[in-house]
């Protein structure tokens, strides 16, 4: 579901990142791994349709994503593509439902409340649907970032350091959760880090 051919991207006339061919099947997870400066952010961004690659192609789930202009990308990513940034962007001043109905209509899709509080029991918060998002903490909004991710089950998850602000056992509870979601989902899901707790979790990888 995910091909990458010839993928080349510069900055400033200096290549950081070069993956000449590389595929992911549906519903298979891989990790990024490469140490700092390598280009795993980089990759996500173009995955992602975040950014336009200086060559090559991205192909996910039939979509060729370079191809698509600005606004078809923005559309793409919010129907198909599930995100987990280290910094996770919840919008502090409202609720955890309201930032989940937020991905919902930016997807294009109606207000769905039961498939939120779906998602919330399977992470294991359902009582954090009222809280305000800026005041719960670092671990359960971790889980509520997951939480948006999979609210519109994408067919693709990218996680960027999921685990890097996390003790070990938040980090293996995180992992857990984003490869049970994916596994819900049938997403792809790809894993972003030099985090070494996390290798052992995944089979297939990526070295940049
Ligand atoms: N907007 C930008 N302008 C110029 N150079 C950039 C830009 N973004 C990233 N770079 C450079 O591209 C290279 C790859 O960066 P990237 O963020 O993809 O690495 P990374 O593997 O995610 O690193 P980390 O593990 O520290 O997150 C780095 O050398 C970085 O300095
Ligand atoms: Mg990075």
Same mark, same amino acid.
């Given at each position: 579901m995910l091909e990458i051919r010839g993928l080349r991207h510069d900055y400033d006339g200096r290549t950081v990142l070069s993956v000449p061919s590389w595929d992911v099947a549906q519903g298979d997870s891989s990790l990024v791994l490469g140490p700092s400066g390598s280009g795993k952010t980089t990759l996500l961004n173009v995955i992602a349709g975040l950014a336009t690659p200086t060559a090559g192609t991205v192909r996910v789930a039939g979509e060729e994503v370079t191809r698509l202009s600005p606004a078809a990308r923005d559309a793409f990513r919010a129907r198909r593509v599930g995100l987990v940034l280290q910094t996770l962007h919840l919008i502090g001043a409202v609720s955890v439902r309201e930032n989940l109905r937020l991905a919902q209509r930016l997807a294009g899709a109606k207000v769905d409340d039961a498939r939120i509080d779906e998602v919330l029991a399977s992470l294991a !918060?359902? +009582?954090? =649907? &009222? +809280? /305000? +998002? *800026? @005041? !719960? =903490?670092v671990g359960e909004a971790q889980r509520v970032a997951i939480a948006r991710a999979v609210v519109n089950r994408p067919a693709l998850i990218l996680a960027d350091e999921p685990t890097s602000a996390l003790d070990d056992g938040n980090c293996e509870k995180a992992l857990a959760l984003l490869l049970e979601q994916a596994a819900a989902c049938g997403a792809t899901l790809l894993v972003a880090t030099h @985090?070494? *707790?996390?290798? &052992? /979790?995944?089979a297939r990888r990526l070295e940049l």
């Open positions: !918060i359902p +009582a954090l =649907s &009222g +809280a /305000r +998002a *800026r @005041d !719960i =903490s @985090d070494n *707790r996390v290798r &052992g /979790r995944f």
